[in-house]
């Protein structure tokens, strides 16, 4: 059982950055691969990156050049700093180990 905790979301204007981190539980953590999903209102879920085990990254086209995962797995943590922040961001978003697991998801929001 893997257990995910979000946190860092929060109001910013945009042009801004906010930093997201998912802490997890498990021992399958170290080789997991981990990534970020978000959700708008009335739209679907949506991927925006993830990170493999060994590290390699993949990322949506929308968030390419802003968006950064990283993964500290000392920690079983992993992050999404995500610069450059646009309205269209706006959603709540989930971190997943391997699509199996999720967390409760943390709220962006970017508004002047």
């Known amino acids: 059982q893997v257990q995910l905790v979000e946190s860092g979301g929060g109001l910013v204007q945009p042009g801004g950055s906010l930093r997201l981190s998912c802490a997890a539980s498990g021992s399958i953590f170290s080789i997991a691969t981990m990534g970020w999903y978000r959700q708008a209102p009335g739209k679907e879920r949506e991927w925006v990156a993830h990170i493999t085990g060994d590290g390699r990254t993949n990322y949506a086209d929308s968030v390419k050049g802003r968006f950064t995962i990283s993964r500290e797995d000392a920690k079983n943590a992993v992050y999404l700093q995500m610069n450059s922040l646009k309205p269209e961001d706006t959603a709540v978003y989930y971190c997943?180990?391997?699509?199996?697991?999720w967390g409760q998801g943390t709220q962006v929001t970017v508004s002047s």
């Open positions: 997943t180990c391997s699509g199996r697991y």
